[in-house]
Nanobody, 122 residues
Framework: QVQLVESGGGLVQAGGSLRLSCAAS????????MGWFRQAPGKERELVAT???????YYADSVKGRFTISRDNAKNTVYLQMNSLKPEDTAVYYC????????????????WGQGTQVTVSS
């Protein structure tokens, strides 16, 4: 069982930056592929970025070059650094953990956090 707790969301002006953190419980954090998803009102949940335990990464086209996913296995934490934020980045951001092999396209994750709101004003 893995519990995920996100933090770091908030209100920021367009062009600004935020760093989201996701703290995970459990001793097997390093085995999981970790992902960040987001869901805007009226839209489906979408994958933003994901990172394997070995360092593979995948980013949605909409955030490439602006967002960076990283993880610290010693701290059981995954981060999402978000730069050059745009109003269209406004959403609830969720952290998720997936067991099994590397799969950058799936939305089928085993554990989910409660989400943190990110609002970007124009």
């Amino acid at each position: 069982q893995v519990q995920l707790v996100e933090s770091g969301g908030g209100l920021v002006q367009a062009g600004g930056s935020l760093r989201l953190s996701c703290a995970a419980s459990g001793r097997t954090f390093s085995r999981y592929q970790m992902g960040w998803f987001r869901q805007a009102p009226g839209k489906e949940r979408e994958l933003v970025a994901t990172r394997s335990s070995g360092g593979y990464t995948y980013y949605a086209d909409s955030v490439k070059g602006r967002f960076t996913i990283s993880r610290d296995n010693a701290k059981n934490t995954v981060y999402l650094q978000m730069n050059s934020l745009k109003p269209e980045d406004t959403a609830v951001y969720y952290c998720a953990a997936k067991s099994g092999g590397w799969d950058p396209s799936t939305k089928l994750y085993d554990y989910w956090g409660q989400g943190t709101q990110v609002t970007v004003s124009s």
